[in-house]
């Protein structure tokens, strides 16, 4: 009876430890799953952040070249305005200076005449000389193709003179205007009257119709007419 007690006793005994021992192998196995699941959390959780962290990079890298692609265009497009603006200011001052170069030529052929004629007058008349002088005054005297020529080569010149002229004022004949236009170069009286083909009477008598009807008053040479009429 004793030995069946002792035996009953050590299976028991047995039998907690066995149970004690699956239990223990039970929880390690437990343990180990959460630690597992840990490491795998930890290790998904740094993989997300090193895939943000890599897709900002990748996001700043590309608005990087984005900007200094958009700095470059924006700099070519800029350069290639002021290329384009710098040929055009070019092309402008060559086609202004060769205008002014045609009217130099055409007001400095205008004196080479009237210095002609006047030399032709003051010598010896004869028929050789009186015919000369009769073909210089007519060749000098400015048709409307003349005035065509020289009013398109004067505005390239002097572009704002007309316009401020006759909105300053619109009283002004296309006549006086053109008397106007020639005292501008700085012509004396005689050549602009060989110019319009007038005596230099009328060109006085023109001066001081212009001087009236605008209310001008003081010198009547040519410069002050002009910039008192150009400081108005």
């Not at 069946?4 to 299976?11: E, H, R, Y």
């Not at 007001?107 to 002609?116: A, G, M, P, Q």
């Not at 060749?139 to 005035?147: A, N, P, V």
Request: charged fraction near 30%.
């Amino acid at each position: 009876m004793a030995y069946l007690d002792l035996a009953m006793a050590s299976a028991k005994k047995h039998d907690e430890e066995f149970n004690s021992l699956q239990l223990l192998r039970a929880n390690q196995t437990v343990e180990a799953k959460e630690k597992q699941m840990e490491i795998e959390k930890l290790n998904t959780e740094s993989q997300l952040k090193l895939a943000q962290r890599n897709f900002i990079i990748l996001l700043i890298a590309i608005l990087l070249l984005v900007s200094i692609f958009a700095y470059w265009f924006r700099n070519k497009i800029l350069l290639k305005k002021q290329q384009i603006k710098q040929l055009e200011l070019e092309r402008t001052q060559k086609a202004l200076t060769n205008a002014k170069h045609k009217l130099d030529n055409l007001t400095f052929k205008i004196r080479e005449d009237h210095n002609l004629i006047t030399q032709l007058k003051e010598n010896k008349a004869n028929e050789t000389n009186r015919n000369l002088l009769s073909k210089l005054k007519s060749k000098s005297i400015l048709t409307q193709d003349d005035w065509n020529q020289y009013q398109n080569l004067f505005k390239q010149v002097y572009p704002d003179f007309f316009p401020s002229l006759q909105a300053k004022f619109p009283e002004l004949s296309q006549a006086e205007i053109r008397y106007l236009c020639l005292e501008k170069l700085q012509l004396n009286n005689n050549e602009m009257a060989l110019v319009l083909g007038v005596s230099s009477n009328t060109v006085r008598v023109t001066k001081y119709r212009i001087r009236k009807k605008l209310n001008l008053e003081g010198s009547e040479n040519n410069e002050s007419l002009i910039d008192e009429l150009e400081g108005r």
